[in-house]
């Protein structure tokens, strides 16, 4: 499935994320995961944070989330709680973002983020044998394995998103649903 929001035949909505100044597109996968492309200029000055923590994988262009810059191909782990104090796409982004429950930001006046979050560049990470879990939900792979269903998968290095129960030659980055 092509990624491009633009061309996807996904059902694609304008959303103002909380905190932000321009509304970014916005396709559905699930109830908790999306696509997300990020306008050029986007911003989020405001300080909060999410009541679920949210996985994401830059697919194109580069994102800043509270001073850390996040370039295609890099997975970000953020836990339920962590402030975040800023946060922009200058250029422009489209991620793949998954909330492991339900996404719902609460604004702060703190000026620090207050919790650990996890950057990881998936072409070079390595991966031990039978995959690397990069949060509860989803493993990073170099063999493919049988799947019980279907799961959302971004394949190293084309950053292409699609749900498949069959898992593509070469590392793989796979996201199952909550058990």
């Given at each position: 499935?092509?990624?491009?929001?633009?061309?996807?035949?996904?059902?694609?909505?304008d959303f103002l994320i909380p905190g932000s100044n321009l509304p970014v597109r916005?396709?559905?996968?699930?109830?908790?995961?999306?696509?997300?492309?990020?306008?050029?200029g986007w911003a989020r000055p405001r300080r909060g944070h999410y009541l679920a923590g949210e996985e994401f994988v830059l697919l194109e262009g580069e994102l800043s989330v509270s001073g850390i810059t996040y370039a295609a191909g890099q997975?970000?782990?953020?836990?339920?709680?962590?402030?975040?104090?800023?946060?922009?796409?200058?250029?422009?982004?489209?991620?793949?973002?998954?909330?492991?429950?339900?996404?719902?930001w609460?604004?702060?006046?703190?000026?620090?983020?207050?919790?650990?979050?996890?950057?990881?560049?998936?072409?070079s990470v390595v991966i031990p044998e039978?995959?690397?879990r990069l949060t509860p939900h989803s493993v990073l792979?170099?063999?493919p394995v049988a799947l019980g269903g279907p799961a959302e998968m971004i394949t190293v290095p084309t950053w292409t998103w699609e749900r498949s129960a069959l898992i593509p030659e070469g590392r793989v980055l796979v996201r199952r649903a909550p058990l």
């Amino acid at each position: 499935m092509l990624i491009d929001l633009l061309d996807a035949e996904l059902p694609t909505r304008d959303f103002l994320i909380p905190g932000s100044n321009l509304p970014v597109r916005q396709a559905r996968l699930d109830g908790m995961s999306s696509l997300v492309r990020f306008p050029p200029g986007w911003a989020r000055p405001r300080r909060g944070h999410y009541l679920a923590g949210e996985e994401f994988v830059l697919l194109e262009g580069e994102l800043s989330v509270s001073g850390i810059t996040y370039a295609a191909g890099q997975h970000g782990w953020l836990p339920a709680g962590t402030l975040r104090h800023s946060g922009a796409a200058p250029g422009g982004a489209l991620a793949f973002t998954a909330f492991a429950g339900e996404d719902t930001w609460v604004p702060s006046d703190l000026d620090e983020p207050d919790g650990p979050s996890l950057r990881t560049p998936l072409e070079s990470v390595v991966i031990p044998e039978g995959g690397l879990r990069l949060t509860p939900h989803s493993v990073l792979l170099d063999t493919p394995v049988a799947l019980g269903g279907p799961a959302e998968m971004i394949t190293v290095p084309t950053w292409t998103w699609e749900r498949s129960a069959l898992i593509p030659e070469g590392r793989v980055l796979v996201r199952r649903a909550p058990l």
